[in-house]
Each structure stands twice: as C-alpha cells, then as structure tokens.
C-alpha cells in the first residue's frame, strides 16, 4: 500500500497559498499563453506590422534562434491568438496575423508597455 499522505497535503497547500489551484488561475493561464521571453514581442512586431511573413519576424528580432522563432509562432498559432496563411509559391511565403482574440491583447500590450516606460523612469529617477 502506497502512501500518499504527503503529496495530498502538499497540494492542499499549495491551493492555501494561492487561493486556488494552479489550474483554475485566470492570471496563470494567461500568462500559459502569452508568457516566456519572445511571445509578446512577436505579437507587438505583427501587431505593428499585420500580416507578418517570417522572415521580417526573424529580422526585426535578430537574437532569437529560426527555432524558437518558429516554435513560439506554432504555439501562439495553436491556442488561437495567431492565424497562418500559406501561400503556394517558390520560395515558400507565409504570413501571420492576429485573430480576433489576439487582437483583444493589444490594449494588454500597451498597458504592459506603459507600466515598463513608467517603472524604468521611477528606478532611473
């Protein structure tokens, strides 16, 4: 017979201590979708520039490897925030744009985007 007495309570704490399970967080299932290093700056990069094709993506965000450039653009494409549109042509052209809902983060970005000017100025200042 295993015991699992301590893993049980270690989730009944981790639910005390954030008030709710991981899961069920509005906060960390946003940020499941638009959090990690290059996420938001590919989206203000199509945002500002929509449609997108790859290859002016990976030019305006030189330190980001082919790799996860493509990586993150799959996944963002997957839950819904961007679209992808193939074109049959040689070389091959694809171009990424914001879905609706991924249009509805843009006023997010910018908040986002006005709290860093605001808090590089306090720590500057």
């Known amino acids: 017979m295993e015991n699992n007495t301590n893993n049980d309570r270690q989730a009944v704490i981790k639910q005390e201590i954030y008030g709710q399970p991981e899961d069920n967080c509005s906060m960390t299932n946003a940020w499941k979708i638009i959090g ?8 203000n990069a199509i945002s500002q520039q929509c449609p997108a094709r790859f290859g002016e993506l990976r030019k305006k965000m030189q330190d980001i490897t082919q790799t996860t450039l493509t990586a993150q653009l799959r996944e963002l494409e997957r839950d819904g925030i961007l679209s992808r549109k193939v074109y049959a042509e040689s070389p091959p052209k694809v171009e990424y744009q914001l879905t609706e809902l991924g249009k509805t983060l843009v ?19």
């Open 36 to 43: 990690g290093k290059w996420k938001l700056l590919i989206l």
């Open 107 to 125: 006023p997010v970005m910018k908040v986002l985007s006005d709290w860093g000017d605001n808090y590089c100025q306090v720590t500057k200042g």
